[in-house]
């Protein structure tokens, strides 16, 4: 599939972009192939520098529920870059889309708009350790948060529950005050909440994972959370920047009963432009300047372009409602794929909730990061060659989600399912 344009694309972006890639996801590494370069996209479609066509199911890691280049969306956006592109001064469509976010989350009272998810992570931490004046904060072993210093942790040696930088660059001290536990894990936060107590600012979960591949929470582990981090003064973040208005219009915590302090956003909020946002109760999204004192900005921040793509891909989520559709839809594929592996004995499990879902090759249930990295990633590699090489783009690594669109269409699922059935004969 990395042909000759494709191969002389990611030769030619090596000698000038560190990788070939702006992000390391998509140079293809976990899954031992090429990058291919796309020229273009419609629907639920990709076509690459080579001319081949597939259907895509990491919808550029979540953002395009609609599909690509939806008409709607870029109509709005066309008469909205008429009137100019960026002013570093408000406009009156990021007063609509705040609003259009705070009526669809009841959490959310207010919102401040940044530029990517990673951008409100770091708003959300700093916000809640300027509010509590603590330091603090208790992450998931396997959930990613961006790539701000102090969410790239990993686990330390021993029984020391303070994470060790995962990346060269990011000092120890940085991430000092980052507990890690792992996902599911009640005994070990309660651990933790004995042990630290008044000095946890916060806790950041994405409610449903999609980074170590899609893992739902167990029965009451998000209602727990919420529990001890009211009775300990910390502040309760959902990183829902996957999974805001993925599975509902709105946030997770419509379906799972639990109300976070603060929640993250980014992706679909954003139609496929730059986008993220950091919202919560007013109490504490007040604290950011200029009206509090903690300090967050951005030059583009609530740009009116990436702004008027996002208010029109959350008018068509609401007036569409898909979300019914998408759920017995991406249940059929799935159901598809798992009667497909089931005939050729290849040990799968598939998580799925809505319209996000992954196909583990590993013989266990995966419901948590230990789980999870116990997946045969090397068939996972060769499984994902062979179903591009028949037109079905998957994320390029086991540990990462699937996505299902409005766009997608039966004919799409009956391939993608007889192009399983035909490489796992392989
Ligand atoms: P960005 O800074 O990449 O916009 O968002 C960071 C982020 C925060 N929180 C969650 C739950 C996320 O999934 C992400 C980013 N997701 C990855 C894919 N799982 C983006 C792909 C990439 O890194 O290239």
Same mark, same amino acid.
């Given at each position: ?19 070939? %890639? ?7 590494? #976990? ?13 639920? &479609? ?6 081949? *066509? ?7 890691? =979540? ?24 002013? $570093? ?46 330091? *603090? ?8 948060? =961006?790539? %701000? ?66 893992? /739902? ?16 003064? !910390? ?8 999974? =805001? ?13 639990? *109300? ?34 903690? &300090?967050? #900005? $951005? ?17 068509? /989520? ?6 019914? !559709? ?6 059929? /594929? ?19 909730? =809505? ?19 116990? !997946?045969?990633?090397?068939? &996972? ?46």
């Amino acid at each position: 599939m990395t042909g000759s344009a494709n191969s002389r694309l990611f030769r030619q972006a090596k000698t000038v972009i560190p990788g070939g %890639v702006n992000s390391p996801v998509r140079a293809f590494k #976990a899954v031992g192939a090429k990058p291919i370069f796309i020229q273009k996209a419609k629907g639920p &479609y990709l076509w690459d520098a080579d001319g081949n *066509k597939y259907i895509d199911y990491c919808l550029s890691w =979540g953002p395009m529920i609609l599909g690509h280049a939806r008409r709607q969306v870029l109509h709005e956006v066309k008469k909205v870059m008429a009137n100019g592109t960026s002013f $570093g001064i408000p406009t009156k469509l990021e007063t609509s889309l705040a609003t259009m976010i705070v009526q669809a989350i009841d959490s959310v009272e207010k919102v401040r708009l940044v530029n990517s998810g990673t951008e409100a992570v770091m708003t959300a931490i700093r916000l809640a350790r300027g509010c509590t004046g603590r330091d *603090k904060v208790i992450k998931f072993v396997g959930c990613y948060h =961006g790539h %701000v210093d102090h969410m790239l942790v990993q686990a330390g040696s021993g029984a020391t529950t303070f994470g060790m930088p995962s990346s060269p660059g990011v000092p120890r001290d940085f991430t000092k005050h980052t507990i890690l536990l792992p996902y599911n894990d009640l005994q070990s936060l309660e651990k933790a909440f004995d042990k630290y107590a008044n000095k946890i600012a916060a806790v950041i979960v994405e409610p449903v994972a999609g980074n170590m591949g899609v893992v /739902l929470p167990k029965k009451g582990f998000l209602k727990a959370i919420r529990k001890m981090c009211t009775r300990n003064g !910390s502040v309760l973040i959902f990183d829902e920047v996957i999974t =805001g208005f993925r599975l509902t219009y709105g946030c997770v915590q419509k379906l799972f009963r639990v *109300k976070a302090d603060l929640t993250c956003l980014g992706k679909i909020i954003g139609g496929g432009f730059p986008i993220g946002a950091c919202g919560g109760k007013a109490e504490l999204m007040d604290n950011l300047a200029p009206q509090g004192q903690v &300090y967050q #900005a $951005g030059t583009l921040s609530g740009n009116p372009v990436c702004v008027a793509a996002g208010i029109s891909t959350l008018k068509l /989520l609401k007036s569409v409602k898909p979300y019914r !559709s998408l759920e017995l839809a991406t249940q059929r /594929l799935c159901d598809g794929i798992d009667q497909a592996l089931q005939k050729r004995n290849l040990k799968h499990t598939i998580n799925r909730i =809505g319209s996000m879902f992954t196909l583990f090759f590993n013989a266990e249930i995966v419901t948590d990061y230990a789980s999870a990295v116990k !997946s045969d990633t090397a068939r &996972y590699a060769s499984f994902f060659t062979a179903m591009l090489k028949a037109g079905i783009y998957l994320p390029p690594s086991q540990f990462e989600a699937c996505f299902v669109s409005t766009e997608h269409r039966l004919k799409d699922f009956n391939k993608t399912i007889a192009a399983v059935r035909k490489v796992s004969q392989q």
